[in-house]
């Protein structure tokens, strides 16, 4: 406990420096307890919390599950500034099916990370594709990133949208239509 409370006195040490650095006033009341909430903000993002993958008999269930507009946060790796936006998921089952709050769940924990849009995409579909070894799976996220519109071209409300198809989603173009049309 020691060690770990040292480690985070220190991180807080050197957001405060970081600051300073750009000529911040870092005892201004507003900025004193900044470093702290700052290193508090990291150790709460970049860790999700634990959960269970229940899966469950699909009981010969074989259409398409859709779960659509999942809110999602992460940050832009080169960056660490925040992307936000809403991710579509969706698996045709082949003998297992997953608990409903698992498709949110598994996007939540692969974008509380320091990260890329197209790797939580892939991270996801690649995810449920190995768990439950479906028919097949289709992801699709939308997000803003604010390293975009808050530097460098400065873009305001520009969406970008990645997709990964795997299995049915990807061979079979009825699938993928019906997919797509679902999430319009």
């Avoid at 650095?21 to 919390?49: A, C």
């Avoid at 790797?119 to 097949?136: C, M, S, Y």
């Avoid at 071209?153 to 970008?160: I, M, S």
């Amino acid at each position: 406990m020691e060690k770990k409370n040292r480690s985070m006195k220190e991180a807080e040490k050197n957001v405060a420096e970081l600051l300073k650095h750009f000529g911040e006033d870092i005892q201004r009341e507003g900025l004193q307890e900044t470093p702290k909430r700052y290193v508090k903000f990291f150790k709460e993002f970049l860790n999700p919390p634990e959960w269970n993958c229940t899966t469950f008999d699909s009981e010969g269930y074989d259409e398409m599950i859709i779960q659509t507009n999942i809110p999602f946060y992460s940050l832009c790796e080169h960056h660490i500034a925040p992307f936000f936006g809403y991710g579509h998921i969706a698996y045709i089952p082949n003998k297992k099916i997953v608990g409903l709050s698992k498709l949110a769940r598994t996007l939540e924990t692969y974008a509380r990370r320091l990260q890329n849009q197209e790797r939580i995409t892939t991270q996801v579909a690649e995810f449920l594709n190995n768990k439950l070894d479906p028919k097949g799976v289709a992801v699709v996220l939308k997000a803003k990133h604010m390293c975009m519109e808050m530097r460098g071209v400065k873009k305001h409300d520009t969406w970008t949208t990645t997709s990964k198809l795997l299995g049915g989603f990807k061979d079979d173009l009825n699938a993928r239509n019906e997919f797509l049309n679902l999430i319009k």
